[in-house]
């Protein structure tokens, strides 16, 4: 079985540019969630998506948007990038809001 | 704030002995507690996890036990491997106020053969 797959797997982009991350959930997994991951810390909690509505959200400013489409994959789009968005950015899937979740292999998002 | 922490930011080891990684949480009303593993360049792998009305579970080699009363998790690892070599994280999880998941800032665990 796949698991969860992220695209792409790594970018390069400049300040005040867009960016957008895809990602696909394991089959059957119906909950998204995103997070960064800096260098020598742990993953923060950007959002979470169930059944493609907003269940949680953490402390990232509106630059940072999301959305679940009807196959249940993601988007990450964050506008206007910042030096300090230069992060790995980590998709999970889970069956529900609070079952396990199953991280993907991240897209390592460079700001130059 | 909430926070999730970690007492030991390296762990060293023998190969064949078992391991012990701790994390201190705040908020009580977490619902559910994970251990997650990384390794370099790849995203985090599920270990095991506990819900709060718990106090132990068992898995393949691993344990994890909560105490609420002091709002501690462990992680232990019996017989490490080599492969057990990595970044654990615990995390918890709350649906109070929507859904929010804390990550620890991890421990790094080295198994010297």
């Known amino acids: 079985d796949a698991g969860v797959t992220q695209s792409p797997t790594h970018l390069i982009k400049t300040r005040g540019q867009h960016v957008t991350l895809r990602c696909s959930p394991i089959?059957?997994?119906?909950?998204v969630s995103w997070y960064q991951q800096v260098l020598g810390q742990g993953p923060q909690f950007i959002f979470q998506?169930?059944?493609?509505?907003?269940?949680g959200r953490g402390n990232f400013p509106d630059r940072f948007s999301a959305r679940q489409f009807p196959n249940y994959s993601s988007e990450l789009n964050v506008n206007a990038l910042l030096l300090g968005d230069s992060a790995l950015y980590l998709c999970a899937s889970s069956y529900g809001v609070l079952e396990t979740q199953y991280f993907g292999p991240g897209t390592r998002l460079l700001v130059l | 704030g909430e926070s999730v922490g970690l007492h030991l930011p390296t762990l060293s080891v023998q190969e064949g002995d078992n391991s012990i990684i701790n994390c201190a949480y705040s908020?009580?009303?977490?619902?559910?507690f994970i251990w997650y593993k990384q390794e370099s360049g790849k995203g985090p792998q599920f270990i095991i996890d506990?819900?709060?009305?718990?106090d132990k579970r068992q898995g393949q080699r691993v344990t994890v036990l909560l105490n609420k009363t002091v709002k501690h998790l462990s992680l232990q690892i019996a017989a490490t491997q080599p492969g057990d070599s990595a970044v654990y994280f615990c995390a918890e999880n709350s649906l109070s106020g929507g859904f929010k998941t804390i990550f620890g800032a991890g421990t790094r665990l080295f198994v010297k053969a």
């Open positions: 908020n009580s009303a977490s619902d559910y």
């Open positions: 506990i819900r709060s009305n718990m």
């Open positions: 998506y169930y059944e493609k509505e907003e269940r």
């Open positions: 089959s059957g997994h119906k909950s």
